[in-house]
């Protein structure tokens, strides 16, 4: 068993002029340092807030005449995660880089675990973790001589580096390639590395930036276990990402935002009963049969004369039977069908008119 405190050396008061940026129960709180037992679990560092980690407000950043923030706002209750999903360009870089201090803002308040990043910045930074979207590795140095860096620049000794590294290299499945140079590491390898070296002090707080961009489905499905297990273990997490798929299965809440706004936010049952109702897709054999089987089924539907396509919104399976013997008894031959259940897909479709993989270029200073 042993402690250490990181990055904070001595416990001490909160000066007045931060008292307006904390919440009202904190007033007068002592600061206490990060401790990591010798689990290293997180959320060792006692959370301020009973409710929210993370609380932003109306935050705004533009770079010159780019306004790449307007207004966001959103709040992660402790131990969850949110994801922040959105095309390249939406913001979401930029909302990471002011939550983690690397950025001030232009307008607004953002509050991690009570600090103020503007006001507290110190603070702030000793209670989070954060991965980018590149591997931020040194790529000479081996999978454990990174680990023990991290562990040497948290001013952990040089006994507890080498076993937090330890730790480290088996939790992430690296312990046979802990040895070798990073540069010879496949991309997968390198993101969780990178992950890894986020973890050393094991904050409550975690931002993933894009965790799984660039890597192939097994190393992507492999970084999502270690996700899920990081929040099952009790830690609070951003995750921003452009990939539906993977806010869907990993968030606990999704923010959707696109050109600096959150222009919805909720859990993904929640945005995905927005679209509507699930859709019963049909091919016909002949273009000719369309508007004759948009009459023959109920209102709602829509057609697709290119495709030969009629979508027709249902309850339920229940009412497909209904559907296909109207249209029988109308003569109207069908080539294939399919069920369509409200994806995040639609959702962002249906916000924001286009697709989520859509591309831009979020202007970030050089």
């Known amino acids: 068993m042993f402690d250490f ?31 990591l037992n010798s689990k290293f679990s997180p959320l060792h560092y006692p ?107 948290y001013h952990l000794s040089k006994e507890d580096s ?11 499945d690296l312990t046979e390639a802990s040895t070798r140079a990073a540069k010879t590491y496949s991309g997968g390898m390198r993101r969780r590395l990178d992950l890894a070296a986020s973890l050393v002090a094991a904050p409550p707080i975690l931002f993933l930036d894009e965790p799984t961009t660039g890597l192939d489905p097994r190393s992507r499905l492999a970084m999502w276990e270690v996700i899920k297990q990081l929040k099952k273990d009790g830690a609070t997490i951003l995750l921003t990402t452009q990939y539906l798929e993977e806010a869907d299965k990993l968030a606990d809440s999704i923010a959707v935002i696109d050109h600096g706004k959150v222009i919805a936010e909720g859990t993904a049952d929640e945005l995905k009963a927005r ?22 089924v109920r209102e709602g539907s829509s057609i697709d004369k290119e495709e030969r396509r009629i979508s027709i919104p249902i309850e339920g399976v229940s ?44 202007t970030v200073p050089a």
């Open 319 to 362: 009412e497909v039977k209904d559907v296909l013997d109207r249209l029988q008894q109308a003569s109207i031959s069908i080539e294939s069908l399919s069920l369509h259940k409200p994806t995040l897909d639609d959702v962002f479709l249906k916000l924001t008119g286009r697709q989520a993989e859509a591309k831009q270029s979020e």
């Open 5 to 35: 405190s990181i990055p904070l050396s001595t416990e001490r008061k909160r000066t007045k002029s931060s008292e307006d940026s904390v919440w009202p129960h904190e007033r007068d709180a002592e600061i206490v340092p990060p401790v």
């Open 162 to 172: 080498k076993r937090r590294a330890t730790e480290l290299l088996e939790q992430f």
């Open 275 to 296: 679209v509507g109702k699930e859709r019963l897709e049909l091919v016909l054999e002949r273009e000719g049969d369309l508007e004759k089987a948009q009459k023959t």
């Open 47 to 153: 959370l301020m807030s009973e409710t929210s980690a993370v609380v932003v407000r109306n935050l705004t950043k533009a770079f010159k005449k780019v306004q790449v923030l307007e207004g966001v706002s959103f709040s992660i209750p402790c131990g969850s995660m949110l994801a922040l999903l959105g095309p390249n360009g939406a913001g979401k870089t930029t909302t990471v880089r002011i939550l983690s201090t690397l950025l001030r803002p232009d307008g607004g308040e953002v509050l991690i675990n009570g600090f103020d990043v503007q006001k507290q910045s110190d603070e702030v930074r000793a209670v989070i973790g954060l991965t980018g979207q590149y591997a931020a590795i040194d790529e000479y140095l081996t999978g454990r001589e990174n680990l023990e860096m991290m562990g040497r620049l």
